[in-house]
């Protein structure tokens, strides 16, 4: 099969990322090398991919050093649970958005009190310049329309704080699928081609989002119909199937 390559500026109109940025990803061994032929130097889906995971990686907060030590750990196979940091980053929304910090929202919050500091704890906003922002901007949205901002802000930290450790769990057991996935289909000595790990990483990502979504969303619906006087809630029943199931 013939494969694809881009000249540098090619890549940067494709990956919307600017060829000084490319050029200082190569620099700093985020980017593997092109392929040279004489001086003109190649790309491929393959650059596009990583381009694309750096992306990512730097509008969750991560350094530029922190990322060069991801693909380092790649290139060296290392643990595939420990280069990928599942267990932080599998349930991390991917919807397009900017989540950096200047897409954020200050809130009328004391950065001294309890729930500015849980917030923090949770890294869930920052304090900057005596300001408590929030860094993920749909929460900020959310929590900004509100017509009393400190009872959802409040909801906020007691769901965290409920779920961060069955959250963590979920991710590990995702990573693990994930990980025997992989071992079943390239053998348990041998890593994957980059991209094909990146796409099957989204894959799992989005059907992890997607399931979890899904049964929050009925048992969601069936609390709230029991709490309203509408359907009793028999919370020692196994799960219900889904209807039209086989």
Do not use: K
Not at 15 to 35: F, H, Q
Not at 48 to 66: V, Y
Not at 224 to 239: C, H, L, M, N, T
Request: glycine letters at 6%; one cysteine or more; proline letters at 4%.
């Amino acid at each position: 099969m013939d494969v694809v390559e881009y000249r540098l500026n090619e890549l940067s109109r494709i990956s919307g990322v600017s060829t000084r940025n490319i050029r200082a990803y190569r620099e700093r061994g985020l980017l593997d090398p092109p392929r040279r032929q004489g001086r003109s130097a190649y790309y491929n889906d393959f650059h596009l991919a990583q381009l694309d995971t750096i992306n990512q990686l730097l509008r969750r907060g991560f350094s530029s050093a922190h990322i060069a030590e991801f693909f380092a750990s790649m290139r060296a196979g290392a643990d595939l649970a420990d280069i990928l940091g599942l267990q932080r980053s599998l349930f991390t929304a991917e919807d397009g958005r900017d989540e950096t910090l200047s897409a954020g929202r200050d809130l009328d919050l004391d950065p001294s009190s309890e729930e500015a500091g849980e917030l923090v704890a949770y890294g869930l906003a920052e304090v900057v310049d005596g300001r408590v922002v929030f860094l993920d901007p749909s929460i900020a949205e959310i929590v900004g329309r509100a017509a009393d901002p400190m009872l959802y802000i409040r909801a906020i930290v007691r769901i965290v704080a409920s779920t961060r450790r069955d959250v963590d769990t979920l991710a590990g057991v995702v990573a693990d699928a994930l990980q025997e996935c992989i071992e079943a289909r390239f053998g348990r000595d041998r890593t994957p081609d980059p991209l094909e790990m990146h796409r099957m990483v989204q894959d799992y990502r989005e059907l992890a989002n997607r399931l979890v979504a899904r049964h929050l969303d009925e048992a969601l619906h069936a609390q709230v119909s029991w709490w309203r006087g509408e359907v009793p809630v028999d919370r020692s029943a196994p799960p219900r199937p889904v209807h039209g199931a086989n």
